[in-house]
């Protein structure tokens, strides 16, 4: 039964991968290429954990070797995706990266050839679980981990180089980052080389998890890093609150969630309070029902809607409001952006 657990867990794993990469790719629009080897990191990984996961399911045995090879050519590219990442990162020659990928690509293949034929190694049905068994003194096992300690190296020498590369603090820290977690996989392929009674029964869970905890390394690594980019998204909390005007994002119904600290100054809201349209200008309650009707049913979607009113705690002080809804990703309505400027004249 302990077969079935674990196959379960590694297709849980396979669809989390795949989730992390194409959220990744959906979400971090201003990575450029680290986006596109998240995505496919996430994409490899899923097949890695699936292919095992079917294999371990599968009852007949003379089958078995279709989805063993997918994980199989999963876990070559898996590495070449990252060789081809730190690549770019090093920013080696380009006749220099087309070499070193065009040789390890080459080497992938025979791989996948030699290791990856159905007579390479001996598949075993236990009661709840299909695992195989290396063929002793093969070649084909011994070609496989020294594609893969190869390549390992080749890792480690750009990581190397990616790291004197950096100055700063932060940069090199995401370095070693990326590089410790791929010594999970080293870790992992002990059991499979030094046999024990689980990696006999199970050989393929630990490599699989492994790879699975690689990608969800660089994704948490690399998400962490973004934090530090300068970009619009990282630095627009900064500018909200630096604007010496006031400004509210309220829900449709007319809760004020977020406000910048110039609002709260000018307009006197207290610390944790959620204020509403009503509570801090002098609306009416049909003024106010009718401004949210309006912001609901798509009345002041697309322009904006200025209203004059004087705030509650400074009353004898006007002011003009101009009023944004903002669509989600739907076209519906989710919010109204607020700016208080000085009262003038209106159109």
């Known amino acids: 039964m302990l077969g079935i657990y674990l196959n379960l867990i590694l297709a849980c794993l396979a669809v989390l991968a795949l989730t992390a990469g194409i959220s990744f790719f959906v979400s971090e629009k201003e990575s450029g290429h680290t986006r596109i080897a998240m995505l496919c990191l996430g994409i490899d990984t899923f097949f890695i954990c699936m292919g095992y996961a079917v294999m371990g399911f599968m009852p007949n045995v003379d089958y078995a070797y279709i989805p063993r090879l997918a994980g199989l050519c999963a876990i070559d590219i898996f590495l070449l995706i990252e060789l081809a990442f730190l690549s770019v990162e090093v920013k080696f020659k380009q006749s220099i990266q087309i070499f070193v990928l065009g040789f390890f690509i080459l080497y992938a293949v025979l791989d996948i050839i030699i290791f990856g034929r159905p007579s390479a190694i001996i598949y075993v049905r236990y ?6 068994e290396n063929i002793p003194n093969g070649g084909a096992f011994a070609f496989h981990y020294s594609y893969v300690s190869a390549i390992a190296i080749a890792l480690m020498v750009h990581g190397v180089h990616w790291y004197k590369g950096k100055k700063l603090k932060r940069d090199k820290q995401f370095v070693v980052e990326l590089i410790l977690a791929n010594f999970v996989i080293l870790f992992a392929a002990f059991p499979d080389m030094f046999k024990g009674a689980f990696s006999t029964e199970y050989p393929t869970f630990s490599y699989s998890v492994a790879f699975s905890a690689v990608c969800f390394s660089f994704w948490f690594a690399i998400k962490h890093h973004n934090l530090f980019s300068p970009t619009v998204k990282n630095v627009s909390r900064e500018i909200f609150h630096s604007l010496n005007v006031p400004i509210l994002i309220f829900d449709m119904d007319g809760i004020a969630h977020s406000f910048n600290s110039c609002a709260q100054k000018s307009l006197h809201i207290t610390e944790g309070e959620s204020p509403t349209l009503r509570s801090i200008f002098t609306l009416s309650d049909v003024e106010t029902l009718h401004l949210l009707a309006r912001a609901k049913n798509g009345g002041t979607l697309q322009k904006e ?16 409001i101009h009023l944004t809804t903002k669509l989600d990703n739907v076209g519906e309505p989710f919010c109204i952006i607020c700016t208080v400027l000085p009262v003038c004249n209106l159109p």
């Open 305 to 320: 809607t200025k209203i004059k009113a004087k705030d509650k705690e400074t009353a004898e002080k006007s002011c003009t």
């Open 127 to 132: 009661d709840f679980h299909t695992a195989y």
